[in-house]
């Protein structure tokens, strides 16, 4: 009887942890869309230095630059989704190795386990966040490849196209790059969360807090860091010099 309460007891912990590392994530990710509308983010001024870009790229005859750019974003988001397929082929051998690996857990005198099917609940979590991670990075690219065309597709300079059609042309285009950028952060959000997974083998009470600090470190880059304070300063040397920033 009290070998059944404490089964039952360890995996309810492992699944209290599998919902808190759900709410906590989808918490964070809203909260972070609504604070970009509303205050200075890393989001928020890539967004305006988007737009900038494009209107700039719109009225220039040579866009050789501007295209290899948009390639080494899209090669980056590449590395990415090439790397999460190995992370996955390498879960999939662990769950086919399961027992070895428990061996080695014990071995190594980590008592965080709840049961004998504790470490592959564990793994196909790990799994599903890094099948969300591939499916962000490969959605970023294809975002990538459509600016491309859409940039192959800009009117040549000498054309005679109204400029708020121009203004309007770019504007769009800034917008998929900046969705792409979101796809390509989401995925990097997985990667970050998915570290969690370490403390997890230890402790779920570790893994708690570990998730919590992962939050705290992004909220930290994406709204308190030097790199966003220097962004800021950019969009403001601009701006003063009467450069057309929309947000």
């Known amino acids: 009887m009290y070998i059944m309460a404490d089964w039952m007891t360890g995996y309810a912990l492992t699944g209290a942890c599998v919902v808190w590392l759900l709410v906590v994530w989808i918490s964070y990710a809203l909260f972070a869309k609504s604070q970009a509308k509303k205050t200075h983010c890393l989001a928020s001024e890539l967004h305006a230095l988007r737009i900038l870009w494009m209107k700039r790229v719109i009225r220039r005859e040579n866009r050789i630059t501007d295209s290899s750019l ?9 590395f990415f989704a090439n790397i999460t397929v190995l992370v996955l082929a390498g879960i999939v051998t662990a769950l086919g190795s399961i027992g070895e690996a428990g061996s080695l857990l014990r071995d190594l005198n980590i008592h965080g386990q709840a049961g004998p099917h504790d470490l592959e609940i564990k793994l196909i979590v790990l799994f599903a966040i890094f099948a969300y991670a591939f499916f962000s990075f490969t959605w970023a690219m294809r975002k990538y490849g459509f600016c491309a065309v859409l940039v192959g597709a800009f009117p040549l300079v000498d054309e005679e ?13 800034a917008r998929i790059i900046d969705q792409a950028g979101h796809s390509y952060n989401a995925g990097l959000r997985a990667y970050y969360f998915a570290l969690s997974f370490f403390a997890w083998i230890v402790s779920p009470w570790l893994f708690i807090l570990s998730v919590m600090a992962v939050v705290a470190m992004l909220y930290h880059r994406e709204f308190r860091s030097k790199a966003l304070k220097t962004l800021v300063q950019v ?7 009467s450069v057309v920033v929309d947000r």
């Open 70 to 78: 948009l390639a080494s974003l899209e090669r980056n988001t590449s």
């Open 235 to 241: 969009t403001r040397d601009l701006a003063d010099y």
């Open 161 to 173: 196209v109204n400029e708020a059609v121009r203004d309007s042309y770019a504007v769009n285009t």
